[in-house]
């Protein structure tokens, strides 16, 4: 009888690089741990005293209110201490390098570091020179797990089995670090995963991750279950890409015209925001009972509860 | 870390006599069942609440509200620990503010996890009392706390512990004395 | 490999396998030489001095096509003296060298600069000087100054010349002068990635470089040349379309010649993807899916291109201890630019050793328009020793500056461990 190991709940990774190397046993874990703080997130004192004494830096390179204020309201919920540091009031400017950054902030006594980056597998170099516990906030287009993990956690509630559920991604494919995690997350679940948009906005080669490639939305909305919709980031588009936001609405965007003529029964619309309205997504649609998009927003601190509290448990007895 | 089954404390007879004593002085200590709730903390600790309800019920005609409460996210030791502890479902449909609580586990040993479920409860609302009703008390108390109710007390060596064991969950109702065995290799 | 030993007077390199494919000559004999120049070749010979090399292979000089240093302005990624014992150390007895230096090679002073600093080395340093002023690609340097000077070849800077103009004027302008023109195929407005367009951009989020850039590269390089007829020299061809494109020049008869990077025979995009963004694998071009690096590997053994380069481009570790997008690309490899050329052509069967000198030797010096390196009688010596055996690369004990291989630590089967040139000699047989 081996009681210690019947009731462990512990993660196969150290970091949240991304979910590339997440097992399904640990998405499950985190989905499962996630709508148990989703519960305290309902209660009227919305605080656990879980990782009191523990110090978390919110490490941004670059601009993400919304994912910054997430992992926040999560590390405040589980009473961490929180640390902001921002690329702006820092000295990357003066040319510091980001081991030396990051060195010197985890010189001051830290458990965890939550990073958003520009750079594809900055979150693995940090994890390589620290020892801290290093969450990937978003590393360019590469991986945002918290993001897919929120995602999955939402599509859970509509649809309680992903076995052979049919989930698409639209939009701007190429350029996106929401793809990837979804696709790695969603497929280790058991989910069919689609995509998109223009051909131009869609990597060459997508098809050996085993996704399905849309190139007419109205294809994408009869064959899926859920259709999350990405945003087109205007900054990121050369004129190669499409040739302007109209002819986008009108061949990509999504509408309630175009939903109510195709959708199967019970389809659920995410978009991980923040909207263009009127863009990738037409505000009849962005607003209505197909759409999931608040509960994303309430789920994500939920799931980065989940995560730090999985990430940052029972670590200290390794060491000794 | 492994146990080796020393001897059977009680079995399935004794443990309803336990339990129906348990009930008859919740009922006596309060003056019936009125405006009492029983939260059993996970995960064994579900089981004899809801048991203590039934025998209530029994008892008094009506059923009193059972709910059920985790307590991981209050631990103080949970880092400390070898093992990531599993979260257990907290679910408690109804409002405790002004309720007489009576917070059901199966085995009192240091009291730290009564003070985490001390703490999530303050966090839920406001009981009017709080009483603590355990199966067994091995002893060993690391923090000021004892029980209102006590099914039996088992004095405890440094290498044992008492297992209730209980057949929604382990196939069986009875109680184990177990001894800590060294890890072979 | 620091201090060169003098050859003078008689000398007896005895019981090395003498390896001359170019000569067909592959028997184990004693050569003696006098005053570095080959006097005889037999069995039992006798000289003053002896230098028993029993068990080695001794074969013409490598030459390397492209390497690139940093001095001056950048000599912590490597100096012209680090480069060269790293060249003399990976058996070569003469470089290219691209000055990756502030300011360029593109005037006749910086490239005597290059030239004072080789003096005393044992590997000859070959400059390639910059056909354009500050390699800007638009107006030409003054290539007849520079061929005077010494110049052995011209190129543009690393992204290739910008324009089919650029191209034309500077090729047929050079060939005056007797220098072949070096090309990095590629075009430009394809440019801008970071690792290959496909599993490795897809998988990592970096940006990609598709193949089309420097197939297109090829299509113009080859195009320019059966117009103007006169020579190109493309480099670090990656892809199996560029190897296609290559043999119909051959069919033809095109004036157009080529060379792999050893990183390309023997990496492909996976092993990158493996890597976990290590800046060792990141190459320019970059890494490709493991058909095009077959594809490499078969036209290699079909003589499609004349020469393995090492491409050579150390970078300090301040330099690529950073983020996989902020870290140059390419790759120490002076020292390990054979032993891998061996390690995926001559161990995986596809070639014999005898047919992969050629490759490090005669095919190089056509390019360069220089002579062969012959184990004949009457010829001064300059070859490369070779060790069949085992060992392992450490950049901590290799010459390079360059802390960005992506060998470090890994096994190697074949080993240069001497070479001799002008009469003298460096390398553990000669101390």
Redo the contacts between chains.
């Keep these: 009888m081996n009681e210690t190991r019947r009731d462990e709940a512990r993660l196969s990774q150290e970091h949240l690089l991304g979910l590339e190397h997440y097992t399904a046993e640990d998405l499950e874990l985190i989905l499962q741990t996630a709508t148990h703080f989703r519960a305290v997130l309902e209660r009227p004192i919305k605080k656990v005293p879980t990782l009191r004494g523990i110090t978390v830096v919110n490490l941004f390179f670059e601009n993400s209110t919304r994912t910054r204020i997430s992992f926040e309201m999560a590390e405040k919920r589980l009473s961490c201490d929180t640390v902001n540091f921002s690329a702006g009031s820092s000295s990357t400017q003066k040319g510091e390098t980001l081991r030396d950054t990051a060195a010197n902030i985890e010189a001051m006594k830290i458990d965890a570091v939550v990073m958003r980056h520009s750079c594809p597998g900055a979150p693995g170099f940090l994890a390589r020179n620290l020892d801290s516990v290093i969450l990937n906030a978003g590393d360019g287009a590469h991986e945002h797990p918290t993001q897919a993990l929120l995602d999955m956690l939402s599509i859970r509630d509509r649809h309680p089995d992903f076995q052979g559920l049919r989930v698409t991604l639209c939009g701007d494919i190429l350029h996106s670090r929401v793809a990837l995690s979804n696709i790695y997350g969603l497929q280790r679940m058991g989910a069919v995963v689609g995509v998109c948009g223009p051909p131009t906005l869609i990597p060459r080669g997508i098809a050996e991750l085993g996704v399905r490639v849309y190139h007419r939305i109205e294809e994408a909305i009869e064959e899926s279950d859920v259709l999350n919709v990405l945003r087109i980031q205007l900054e990121r588009h050369t004129a190669h890409h499409f040739p302007g936001l109209r002819e986008y609405h009108e061949r990509f965007g999504l509408t309630r015209a175009r939903l109510e003529q195709h959708a199967p029964e019970g389809m659920t619309v995410m978009h991980p925001g923040p909207i263009n309205r009127g863009v990738e997504i037409s505000s009849d649609v962005a607003d209505s009972e197909y759409s999931i998009i608040l509960d994303q927003v309430t789920n994500g601190v939920a799931v980065r509860m989940a995560v730090l509290y999985l990430l940052l448990g029972a670590k200290t007895v390794e060491a000794s | 870390m492994t146990f080796r089954e020393k001897s059977r404390l009680s079995d399935q007879e004794n443990m309803a006599r336990t339990l129906s004593r348990l009930a008859h002085e919740i009922l006596e200590k309060n003056g019936g069942s009125r405006d009492l709730v029983l939260i059993g903390m996970q995960s064994r600790g579900v089981h004899v609440a809801s048991r203590l309800a039934s025998r209530i019920e029994e008892l008094e005609g009506t059923r009193p509200p059972c709910g059920e409460l985790d307590v991981t996210f209050y631990r103080d030791d949970w880092r400390m620990s070898l093992k990531q502890p599993v979260v257990r479902p907290t679910q408690i449909d109804f409002d405790i503010q002004d309720k007489t609580l009576v917070l059901v586990d199966d085995v009192l040993y240091t009291g730290r996890t009564v003070r985490a479920a001390l703490d999530a409860l303050m966090d839920l609302g406001r009981p009017r009392r709080i009483q603590l009703a355990v199966f067994v008390d091995r002893g060993h108390r690391e923090l000021p706390i004892r029980a209102d109710f006590v099914g039996r007390n088992v004095p405890t060596g440094p290498d044992e512990e008492v297992r209730v064991r209980m057949s929604e969950q382990d196939g069986e109702d009875a109680i184990w004395l177990v001894e800590r065995q060294e890890e072979a290799g | 490999m620091d201090h060169p030993t003098t050859l003078q007077g008689e000398w007896l390199l005895a019981g090395a396998r003498l390896l001359d494919p170019g000569a067909d000559l592959d028997r184990v004999a004693d050569l003696r030489l006098e005053d570095g120049r080959i006097a005889e070749i037999g069995e039992g010979l006798q000289a003053a001095r002896r230098v028993d090399l029993k068990g080695r292979i001794l074969c013409p000089g490598f030459v390397d096509l492209r390497a690139t240093f940093g001095e001056p302005g950048h000599e912590e990624r490597e100096s012209i003296a680090s480069g060269l014992r790293a060249a003399a150390s990976g058996g070569y007895t003469a470089v290219c060298v691209f000055a990756d230096s502030d300011p360029v090679v593109d005037n006749e002073g910086a490239l005597r600069f290059q030239l004072e600093r080789a003096q005393g080395a044992l590997t000859r340093l070959l400059p390639v000087a910059r056909v354009t002023r500050g390699g800007s690609g638009e107006r030409l340097a003054d290539l007849g100054e520079l061929a005077e000077a010494g110049a052995a070849a011209f190129s543009d800077g690393p992204g290739g010349l910008p324009s089919a103009a650029a191209l034309r004027g500077s090729m047929v302008y050079a060939h005056r002068f007797q220098r072949p023109l070096f090309e990095l195929p590629c075009e430009r407005s394809l440019l801008g990635g970071e690792v290959n ?3 490795a ?8 470089i ?1 193949a089309l850039s420097e197939e297109l590269g090829v299509q113009r390089a080859l195009a320019t040349v059966a117009w103007e007829n006169r020579p190109l020299h493309l480099q670090l061809l990656s892809t199996e379309r560029s190897m296609e494109l290559m043999r119909k020049a051959r069919q033809e008869d095109l004036l157009l010649s080529a060379d792999v990077g050893v990183h390309h025979l023997a990496f492909s995009e996976e092993d990158f993807l493996a890597s ?2 290590n800046p060792a694998f990141k190459a320019d071009p970059p890494l490709r899916p493991h058909t095009d690096r077959e594809a490499l590997r078969q036209a290699v053994r079909e003589g499609l291109v004349e020469a393995i380069v090492s491409d050579h481009r150390p970078a300090d570790f ?1 330099r690529i ?6 870290c140059p690309a390419g790759a120490a490899s002076l020292e390990t630019c054979f032993a891998a050329a061996h390690l995926c052509l001559v161990e995986t069967g596809l070639l014999s050793l005898a047919d992969l000198l050629p490759f490090f030797s005669d095919g190089p010096r056509r390019v360069l328009g220089l002579p062969a390196a012959r184990l004949q009688l009457g010829e001064m010596l300059e070859a490369t020793v070779l060790a069949e055996e085992i060992w392992t690369y450490r950049e901590r004990e290799a010459f390079t500056r360059g802390r960005n291989s992506p060998w470090e630590g890994r096994e190697f089967r074949m080993r240069p461990v001497g070479v001799l040139r002008e009469g003298r000699a460096s390398g553990r047989d000669f101390v």
Excluded: N, T, W
């Design positions: 367009e496909g599993s951009s897809l998988r990592s989020g970096l940006k990609g598709p976990d963004y301040d201890d950073r983020e996989f997008s902020y």
